[in-house]
């Protein structure tokens, strides 16, 4: 067995994850490590074998465990990892902090990172996902974000060295991000809180935010539109195709397609990981034979299955 580092944060093994994903499905992680400081991260990961595989888990909110859980060390961030200060219209933000206290923190200092507000999650998920709504992007708010590297040298990378696409970042395999900052336009705090208000209302009434998902489950397909042409003005919806297909409200074990909003996979109450990652399969194949578009997955999905 392997020998691991004696950081001062906590490190637990054999800890169950499920409680500790938005759709509350998964396996334990073999360690789960909580750093206490940047210091303490550095040096564990510094310290750890080289051949124990490194995962950094955010809040959960878009990831699904497998029911067998995840091998080598889980790193999840928590309090000495969720700053939030403003300096002049940029924000730094620990990448433990939830988008939506950004996005109010800012607003409150009449800096405009509005998009943030419905984002589910935080920072560092964000950041490694490039989420973004309402027109707005992490990329096009972006300045400069700190990482831990698997080697434990702390690093602040560019806006070139994590490459922003749709949906995705290019980060160093067991490279842990711990800050970013942002940079927002000006605005009146008053204006800023109620273009809020005006999303979150909007958001409530058009998804499923009262039951168990983990936002978004397929990216929206890129180079396909509503009127055929291959542009962004008419981009087509996951959610469509979806529908298109006649799967709005789809079963699978525990798990549902959203009659509410159909690209939204919900854990109903009983379902496990595998009831979950299956439906989306289910739904990816359909969605292919009825319209030949191959969705992608938005939703993260790590680790084993179960034993049969």
């Excluded at 983990?214 to 397909?221: C, D, K, L, Q, V």
């Amino acid at each position: 067995m392997t020998t691991m580092p004696d950081p001062r944060g906590r490190l637990t093994p054999d800890r169950p994850l499920n409680d500790l994903t938005w759709l509350r499905v998964g396996g334990p992680a073999e360690w789960l490590f909580q750093p206490a400081d940047r210091a303490d991260l550095a040096e564990f990961l510094r310290a750890l074998d080289r051949d124990v595989p490194v995962f950094p888990m955010g809040v959960g909110s878009n990831l699904i465990v497998r029911d067998g859980g995840l091998p080598g060390v889980v790193i999840r961030l928590g309090r000495g990892f969720n700053h939030i200060e403003v300096e002049g219209n940029r924000v730094r933000a620990g990448a433990a902090a939830l988008d939506a206290h950004v996005a109010r923190r800012a607003a409150e200092a009449g800096v405009d990172l509005t998009f943030l507000r419905t984002i589910p999650g935080a920072i560092g998920g964000a950041l490694r996902m490039n989420a973004g709504c309402y027109g707005s992007y992490v990329a096009d708010h972006f300045v400069e974000a700190t990482a831990i590297t698997r080697a434990g040298e702390t690093v602040v990378l560019g806006a070139r060295d994590l490459n922003f696409r749709y949906r995705q970042t290019d980060l160093e395999p067991g490279s842990v991000l711990v800050e970013a900052v942002f940079e927002g336009g000006s605005g009146d705090p008053a204006a800023l809180e109620a273009r809020m208000a005006a999303q979150l209302a909007k958001r409530d009434e058009t998804q499923p935010t009262k039951d168990r998902t983990a936002g978004s489950t397929f990216r929206n397909p890129v180079g396909h539109s509503s009127t055929g042409a291959d542009d962004d003005t008419h981009e087509l919806k996951a959610w469509s195709v979806i529908d298109a297909a006649g799967l709005r409200g789809a079963t699978l074990g525990g798990a549902q397609m959203s009659p509410k909003h159909p690209n939204f996979l919900v854990n109903t109450g009983a379902a496990t990981a595998k009831d979950l990652e299956s439906l989306g399969e289910l739904v990816r194949k359909r969605v292919f034979e009825h319209s030949g578009i191959e969705l992608q997955w938005e939703i993260m999905r790590v680790g084993k299955p179960a034993p049969e």
